[in-house]
């Protein structure tokens, strides 16, 4: 079945970076889009940042300039790198996956991980 293993996460300093990686299995990446997800306390889950099957990205205004998302289809991972954190950027971290864009742009992807712990201090 298809498995979602998100890592990377953990405690970082405002202004530092991370790098989140989702290990996929039991799927084709490359004909899926994946996307990251983050949900922070008493807020709704919201989409950080997607990727086509194509390699098209597509990134929240909060996150333009800092994050980068990218995909190895030879390794089925997909990798979430973020720099110059900020306190706000506190939140669990959730990879997505679907075989069409729009629903991992929307949140109701086919698949989800489990979720990384991002806090970034200030």
């Known amino acids: 079945q298809v498995q979602l293993a998100e890592s990377g996460g953990g405690l970082v300093q405002a202004g530092g970076s991370l790098r989140l990686s989702c290990a996929t299995s039991?799927?084709?990446?490359?004909?899926?889009?994946m996307g990251w997800h983050r949900e922070a306390p008493g807020k709704q889950r919201e989409l950080v940042a997607s990727?086509?099957?194509?390699?098209?990205?597509n990134y929240v205004d909060s996150v333009k300039g800092r994050f980068t998302l990218s995909r190895d289809n030879a390794k089925n991972t997909v990798y979430l790198e973020m720099n110059s954190l900020k306190p706000e950027d506190t939140a669990v971290y959730y990879c997505?996956?679907?075989?069409?864009?729009?629903?991992?742009?929307?949140?109701?992807?086919?698949?989800w991980g489990q979720g990384t712990q991002v806090t970034v201090s200030s």
């Open positions: 997505a996956a679907d075989p069409v864009n729009s629903r991992v742009v929307a949140g109701r992807p086919a698949y």
């Open positions: 039991g799927m084709v990446l490359r004909i899926y889009a």
């Open positions: 990727i086509s099957s194509g390699g098209s990205t």
